[in-house]
């Protein structure tokens, strides 16, 4: 089944403690991202990836890292959290680009204390 | 960058009724317009897109409006059924790298 992955779906942590948030697609795809959605803000995008070794700058990059080593996975970095960054995240992948039909993971819900 | 503004932010309507949610968007080189639906606690699926040489595209019940001189585009859904009650997100693509994503509107359908 194509899909993508996220893991863990529910994390509570506390401030300063480094997390990874791991994500992961079968579908050969390109392009992947990483977005928080908070109430009121809707999505936004933190950093995205058009291929292996290949990392941007979203619209709020501040605070997180990212990785490309290998096609399939895309991890979100969090070297020091803090309380601001809790938040819901999402992966997504799509084929090629930010103009193709992005797919979502399932979301992971992040508390900082 | 670009910025996109999405209103209104909530929409009630009765079932059988059309909804329409307007976004604005900054970049007059914006190439393309996606819509996302968001039901409650699921991920954002795409519903349609439009991109900058289209002025309409329908699907269904649903369809999307752009209008490059004046840098906006809409979602229209008509014949409202309980199924449509979710959060809808317009985005807008500058070139092919970054995604901007509005900030949503909680569409109601009222039996």
């Known amino acids: 089944e194509a899909q993508v992955t996220q893991n863990p779906r529910y994390l509570i942590t506390v401030t300063g403690k480094k997390l990874t948030v791991t994500c992961s697609q079968n579908?050969?795809?390109?392009?992947m991202s990483w977005y928080r959605q908070d109430p009121g803000l809707g999505l936004r995008q933190i950093y995205y990836?058009?291929?292996?070794?290949?990392?941007d700058k979203g619209d709020v990059p501040e605070g997180y890292k990212v990785s490309r080593k290998e096609k399939r996975n895309f991890p979100l970095i969090l070297e020091s959290p803090s309380p601001n960054q809790t938040s819901l995240y999402f992966c997504?992948?799509?084929?090629?680009?930010?103009?193709?039909?992005?797919?979502f993971g399932p979301g992971t819900r992040l508390t900082v204390l | 960058g670009e910025n996109v503004e999405q209103h209104p932010s909530t929409l009630s309507v009765q079932e059988g009724d059309s909804a329409v949610i307007k976004c604005t968007y900054s970049?007059?080189?914006?190439?393309?317009f996606p819509w996302y639906k968001q039901e409650l606690g699921k991920r954002p699926q795409l519903i349609i897109d439009?991109?900058?040489?289209?002025g309409e595209k329908k699907d269904q019940r649903i369809a999307v409006t752009l209008n490059k001189t004046a840098k906006h585009f809409s979602l229209h859904i008509t014949e409202t059924q309980p199924e449509d009650s979710a959060v809808y997100f317009c985005?807008?693509?500058?070139?092919?790298?970054?995604?901007?994503f509005g900030t949503g509107t909680r569409l109601t359908i009222i039996p």
């Open positions: 990836s058009m291929n292996v070794e290949v990392t």
């Open positions: 579908m050969n795809h390109e392009y």
């Open positions: 985005a807008a693509t500058l070139g092919n790298e970054k995604l901007t």
């Open positions: 970049d007059s080189a914006s190439n393309y």
């Open positions: 997504a992948s799509s084929l090629a680009s930010s103009t193709d039909t992005q797919y």
């Open positions: 439009i991109r900058s040489n289209v």
